[in-house]
């Protein structure tokens, strides 16, 4: 049953999303297709990356109150936390909501997987009605096979994810304690801050390069464009913050 709601809910229509888009850009570029689709996957999330790009900057600028609500009640776990939830509540920030994009991107890349692991043909009895499917498919894109592994399209994958994460996330905490000396939350933070900044980019550049490059060609392109995304919403809050203040 779950293969199945799968196969429907995602599997097919993301195959015929692929042909379709194959079927009208010039060439039948596989290649193409993969960096329009991606576009249209950033597009449909774009209010939920800005509201995450939001909560994150607003985090940032919470740094000072939150280190004093660690400081003032350090022996007091309970009151941290609650203070912390009511200071989050207060600002109206769900300090989770930075997960939510890549969370929901990994349907789409488990589902582009299978796709190509399968192999990237026209299967008719897959189309919907409304596809139809082109005479060729041009699996070449600049210099690379997208039915095959690439290691640059690999390395770049990791890379820019590397840079997306840095520029998303916070210094990494390190006040100068020692192990023993800062709170569970704290080492809890930097925990986390330092695996996404370096665990998860070697992870996404061993899995791109295990899959096939059209795979690689899209974790890439969502990258660059989640940096760009969050560059120019970085200037834009920060020009809003000077006119406010």
């Known amino acids: 049953m779950i293969s199945s709601i799968w196969h429907s809910a995602i599997y097919q229509p ?82 989770l909501s930075g997960c939510l ?8 890349i488990i589902g582009l997987y299978w796709v190509f692991f399968k192999g990237l043909a026209i299967t008719p009895e897959l189309l919907y009605g409304f596809v139809t499917a ?23 994958a990791a890379v820019s994810q590397y840079i997306q994460v840095t520029i998303s996330m916070p210094k990494t905490i390190d006040d100068g304690k020692k192990n023993g000396e800062r709170t569970l939350q704290e080492d809890f933070a930097r925990s986390m801050q330092i695996q996404m900044r370096y665990v998860l980019p070697v992870m996404i550049g061993f899995i791109a390069y295990q ?14 464009l989640s940096i760009v995304q969050e560059i120019l919403m970085r200037r834009r809050r920060e020009k809003k913050d000077l006119v406010t203040a």
């Open 14 to 95: 993301l195959y015929n999303i692929l042909i379709l888009l194959v079927g009208v850009l010039p060439g039948h570029s596989v290649g193409g297709a993969i960096i329009v689709l991606t576009f249209i996957v950033k597009l449909a999330m774009y209010p939920l990356a800005g509201k995450a790009i939001d909560a994150q900057h607003s985090m940032r600028k919470l740094e000072p109150e939150l280190k004093k609500i660690r400081e003032t009640h350090k022996d007091d776990k309970q009151k941290q936390a609650k203070h912390t939830l009511e200071l989050y509540q207060k600002h109206q920030i769900t300090p």
């Open 101 to 108: 994009p890549l969370l929901i991107q990994i349907p789409v």
């Open 134 to 156: 082109p005479g060729y498919l041009d699996m070449q894109f600049l210099m690379f096979d997208l039915g095959q592994k690439s290691l640059f399209l690999a390395l770049l």
């Open 211 to 224: 899959s096939a490059a059209a795979v690689a060609l899209y974790w890439a392109t969502s990258n660059i």
